[in-house]
């Protein structure tokens, strides 16, 4: 297995890898009423675990730098919550054919034709990491209850100025195809007095070939008994995106190019929490954080700097 991305051949070891400075793992627990939002910072996975999650997952490479230890939890008292993490994400990439289309593949082998390595580059898997990951159920009690719905997250109230009592962004994979563009999947959470939001963005971008933005967002306020979690999938020949205007230097940065991007797929979900003892929907105020470690996590590739967008 190789820990570039796009692959070499699967038959090869690992090149030589250089390893970041092991940093100690920071967990911290912040409390909303009920709920307790745990955000988990560790280090990039060590290449033996790299191989063993590859062979347990039968897929030819996994991301350069995935950080397998990383996590953003939303639990309730009783039990019910949900998560975001990097290995359940690739669970669900396809492991045996590659996703992209054929016209797409073919613009990458021709902007690439001048590479030596650029028939080790397309592989039979989905070398781009994509998935339609929305999150994880927890299960250490009754689960909640997913359910199709039309109701929108409220985005204007959103916008209004409320203060921020927490705040935390955890990247859970970058990898950078080998230096033909970038592929990463973050996670952050903003925490209001009476509410809560979280974004989570897959970003992707193969460079002179296509950009995708994959995002969940999931809201909550403290008077209600469900998530709304709205999944939404878009992207575009990076040739139609200059054709129509759009300035190169915002194809980096996935805050200004995912509003000019075509949408492919929206999926709205309500998720219905289990009967439980009514909790005083005023108790938030008294949210505190809990840090066990005050080391942080820093990554140089493309992120998403602003969780309402």
Known sequence: MASSSPPPDPQTSH????????????VEDFSFGPWTITAVKSHIMPSDDMDKLASQL??????????GQNVLRIKHSAGFG???????????????HDLMKVAVSEAWRQARSGSEHIHEVIKPFDW???????GTLLQDSVPLQVEESTELIDIEKL???ERIVYFEEVVLFEDELADNGCSTLSVKIRVM??????????????????IRVHDTRLYHEADKDYFLREYS??????NDLVKRGVPARLLHDPNEIVSRLDSKEMVIHKLKF???????????????????????????????????K
């Not at 439980?276 to 066990?292: E, K, M, R």
């Open 193 to 210: 007095p009476t509410s809560f939001f979280l974004l989570m963005r897959f970003f992707l971008r193969v460079d002179n070939v296509i």
């Open 159 to 161: 916008k209004q100025r």
């Open 128 to 134: 781009t990491f994509s998935s339609n990951y929305k």
């Open 274 to 308: 289990p009967a439980v003892q009514t909790t005083n929907p005023d108790a938030q105020t008294d949210s505190q954080v809990q840090t066990t470690n005050t080391n942080s996590q820093k990554t140089d590739c493309t992120d998403s700097d602003a969780a309402e």
């Open 58 to 67: 039968d897929i030819p490479q996994l991301p350069e730098m995935l950080f």
């Open 82 to 96: 949900i998560e975001f993490n990097a290995l359940d994400h690739m669970k669900l990439v396809d492991n045996k």
């Open 15 to 26: 090149p030589p890898r250089r390893m970041p400075t092991p940093r100690a793992r920071k």
């Open 233 to 238: 999938a878009k992207e575009n020949n990076i």
